[in-house]
């Protein structure tokens, strides 16, 4: 449990988080101190660090559904790299660790969709892919996965990822200003991030990235 709640807020918090106490439901039991190490950095959090209350209501809504997914959908890897992405470093590893953690959001969505993989490409069912009809590349399967969770209209904001990830991964390099790929990386977090509040069953607000904590979107 109290792994569950620290990769939650890793992720709430968009920096890495550890238990280093905690107390049972014996009252005459004191707090267990744990080791732990680590250090801070003034990240874009998704949810608002000096509202506790917010705080304590996203772990209420999202921890049994994060209990249930976390091995079949890799959440503690997304997590992982979602942090990841937002240490210092050049612009081109930042958007290539946001383009990796979506490709893992995609394979173990259409794994647990049951889809069938055939090299790169996907297909719903065996006829599909014996047919070679239907084929389910990358964008598709993504706008598929936002879909499932109720996230529409979000086809020029993924061909615009898309195109920016095959740049990054097969050159390593971009033609785009670093204005644009700072845009686009932006849009990849805020995607990532109302993604797997929605997936965990989060009702409530939550700050877009880059938005200083002022701007927020309502998941009703």
């Known amino acids: 449990m109290r792994v569950f709640q620290g990769r939650l807020l890793s992720f709430a918090l968009d920096s890495h988080c550890y238990v280093s106490s905690f107390r049972t439901d014996d009252i005459n039991v004191p707090a267990i101190s744990q080791p732990t190490r680590g250090y801070a950095i003034q990240r874009n959090p998704v949810i608002d660090e000096n509202d506790g209350k ?10 049994e559904k994060y209990r249930q ?3 079949v959908r890799s959440l503690d890897v997304v997590i992982e790299l979602l942090n990841l992405a937002d ?16 490709e893992n959001l995609k394979a173990t ?7 069938i993989r055939e090299k790169a490409s996907y297909y719903k069912t065996e006829e599909d892919r ?21 996230m529409t209209r979000n086809g ?11 740049d990054i991964i097969h050159t390593a390099m971009s033609e785009l200003s ?22 965990l ?3 409530g607000k939550f700050s877009l990235y880059d938005g200083s904590g002022i701007t927020t979107k309502l998941i009703e």
Do not use: H
């Not at 917010?54 to 921890?63: E, I, N």
């Open 87 to 102: 240490n210092k470093q050049p612009m081109e590893l930042k958007l290539a660790t946001v383009f990796i953690l979506l």
């Open 201 to 203: 069953s989060y009702r």
């Open 130 to 150: 014996r047919s070679g009809k239907r084929r389910l590349g990358f964008q598709k399967v993504l706008d598929n996965m936002f879909k499932d969770v109720g």
């Open 156 to 166: 020029n904001t993924l061909k615009d990822i898309v195109d920016l990830r095959n």
């Open 178 to 199: 670093f204005e644009t790929q700072w845009k686009r990386y932006v849009s990849c977090r805020n995607l990532i991030a109302e993604y797997l509040l929605r997936l």
């Open 109 to 115: 969505y259409a794994n647990e969709k049951g889809y």
């Open 69 to 71: 997914l976390c091995e």
């Open 54 to 63: 917010a705080l304590k209501s996203f772990l209420t809504q999202t921890y």
